[in-house]
């Protein structure tokens, strides 16, 4: 079945970096975009970073450009997140998703708490 599994989350303090890894399975990963959302608690989801289906073009929100770093590794059907300079407000839980035309899958997330 389709699986997306992320994972590398954890506690981290201020200026710290993590790298999350998302995990496809069950699908021909290679050909679906793969973008990571976050959602902190009571806000709404939002977009993080974009890779395009073969890694050709990025797309970064203002908030976290020139800090995290998003990639994937079509033989290994995984993408990463690398998050570097984590500031308080990156707390959330973030989740990877797998797009292409009108299908859409999603990982269960995985926590990130930036605290000191």
């Known amino acids: 079945q389709v699986q997306l599994v992320e994972s590398g989350g954890g506690l981290v303090r201020p200026g710290g970096s993590l790298r999350l890894s998302c995990a496809a399975s069950g699908f021909t990963f290679k050909n679906y975009a793969l973008n990571w959302y976050r959602q902190a608690p009571g806000k709404e989801r939002e977009l993080v970073a974009s890779i395009t289906y073969d890694g050709g073009s990025t797309n970064y929100a203002d908030s976290v450009k020139g800090r995290f770093t998003i990639s994937r590794d079509n033989a290994k059907n995984t993408a990463y997140l690398q998050m570097n300079s984590l500031k308080l407000e990156d707390t959330a839980v973030y989740y990877c998703?797998?797009?292409?035309?009108?299908?859409?899958?999603w990982g269960q997330g995985t926590q990130v708490t930036v605290s000191s």
């Open positions: 998703n797998a797009r292409r035309v009108r299908t859409s899958y």
